[in-house]
């Protein structure tokens, strides 16, 4: 999943990969790859090259407050009108009608149901993804056609979890 960011007001596209107990990062040309445990909501222990490092990151609306050994960064996500950052377009050539998680991680809740009218932006699911809760928020005024998960279910960026109609 791509992370469009803003550290110190430059532009960042960060490409992030979570496989089971493994973490890549890609920007640019440079390739990061870590061994991953999740201590606690915010604490994690990346594993690289026999190096362990603690890591905390604490997003807060728009802002990612990440603090490492070697130094304190802080990201600008881009933000919806509410301050929900993910709701990615999930189906060929980014159908804007189906919503898949930004990156893998566990359905914590499902606002919606089959049939409900929903506004642009409005939460329609919220997934943990590296311990934190995204909200998948709808990109326009649509139908709810088909709820493709359940609460507590474990997704990968490729499974469809909710179908919109947009309405007229």
């Known amino acids: 999943m791509d992370f ?5 007001d430059e532009p960042l596209t960060i490409r992030a990969e979570v496989k089971k107990d493994r973490l890549v990062l890609l920007d640019g ?3 990061h790859e870590f061994a991953y445990v999740s201590l606690d ?4 222990l990346l594993t ?10 604490v997003k807060d609306r728009e802002t990612v407050y ?4 070697s130094g304190e960064f802080t990201f600008k996500l881009p933000a ?14 980014g159908d804007k009608s189906k919503l898949v998680p930004p990156m893998p991680g566990k359905v ?3 606002l919606v149901t089959v049939g409900q009218k929903v506004r642009p932006k409005e939460k329609l699911v919220i997934v943990e993804a590296m311990k934190m809760e995204n909200p998948l928020v709808a990109p326009y005024d649509a139908e709810v ?5 359940t609460e507590g279910q474990l997704v990968d960026t490729e499974h469809i979890l909710i179908e919109l109609k947009e309405l007229e």
């Open 4 to 8: 469009e960011l803003t550290h110190n």
């Open 29 to 31: 040309e440079n390739k």
């Open 41 to 44: 909501a915010a604490t994690h």
């Open 48 to 57: 690289a090259n026999g190096r362990n490092q603690r890591v905390i990151a």
């Open 66 to 69: 990440v603090s490492t050994p």
């Open 80 to 93: 919806t009108a509410n301050g929900d950052t993910f709701g990615e377009a999930g189906g060929a050539g």
């Open 108 to 110: 914590v809740k499902v």
């Open 145 to 149: 056609v088909k709820v493709n998960c």
